[in-house]
């Protein structure tokens, strides 16, 4: 399967003038590795940084880990922007590990995953 383009927003913080901070769109890219059958695994590059996401389904719903960021949690359904990013939010602002931008992006990524799952 070839390359999956996205567009997510994205936040520029103005610090010495927080009025003026901004939200843009950017454009990231999704390689996938296998969509056929769970787990799923695909890599997402968001310009900024890049992730191997392995998600699918569990016992008390659906899960995503990111191994080469030491990253899991639970997930909503894979559209559910707002839900995800609270759960991925949560481990990240414990961690440090990645910025409001890339749980944005991944969050992102994994809706525009969803209509090619098998």
Known sequence: MEKITYSYPYFIFC???PEDSVVTQRIASIRPVNLDHEPYEAFLNDGNNSFHLIFGRQINGHFLCIPNW???CELASYD???WNESSLSEIT???GKI???D???ICYALKA???YLT
Do not use: F, L
């Open 93 to 95: 602002d414990c961690t």
């Open 113 to 115: 995953i969803k209509p």
């Open 103 to 105: 749980v944005s992006a």
């Open 99 to 101: 910025y409001y931008n």
């Open 15 to 17: 610090e010495e003038e």
């Open 70 to 72: 030491n990253i899991g």
């Open 80 to 82: 559910d922007i707002q």
